[in-house]
């Protein structure tokens, strides 16, 4: 379960983030993850909730916001909507888009008291 693995990331980050602040706990993450990133959501609200857990972001509101998948189409020369990293082009049939949006994994912000 490699989504455990990025909360303990998303961890690390936190707390350094945390280190600049003039707080005592954070009560919000706010993550962003593309639809393409491979990214199991609720595994990975699941392993956030356990890393966190007697830390300084214990009981933090967990955002997750999914950015949609796109790719450009090298054949037709059109930006699509992906679903899955191996989608053919919805206009031509090829297959082989690039991805151009959608396997970002981010903290977006933070909020702190």
């Known amino acids: 379960m490699h989504e455990l693995s990025l909360c303990r990331m998303m961890m690390d980050i936190i707390y350094k983030q ?8 954070v009560i919000q ?7 393409l ?17 007697d830390t300084i972001a214990d009981q933090a509101i967990f955002n997750i916001i999914v950015i949609e998948g796109q790719g450009y189409c090298e054949f037709c020369e059109r930006v699509l909507p992906m679903q899955n990293k191996f989608d053919a ?3 031509c049939g090829q297959y082989g888009l690039k991805v151009i949006q959608g396997e970002e994994l981010q903290i977006k912000s933070m909020e702190v008291i």
């Open 18 to 25: 945390f280190a600049l602040q003039t707080a005592s706990r």
């Open 29 to 35: 993450v706010n993550i962003e993850i593309g639809r």
């Open 37 to 53: 990133a491979a990214v199991d959501l609720p595994a990975l609200r699941l392993g956030f909730e356990a890393v966190s857990k």
């Open 89 to 91: 082009c919805q206009s």
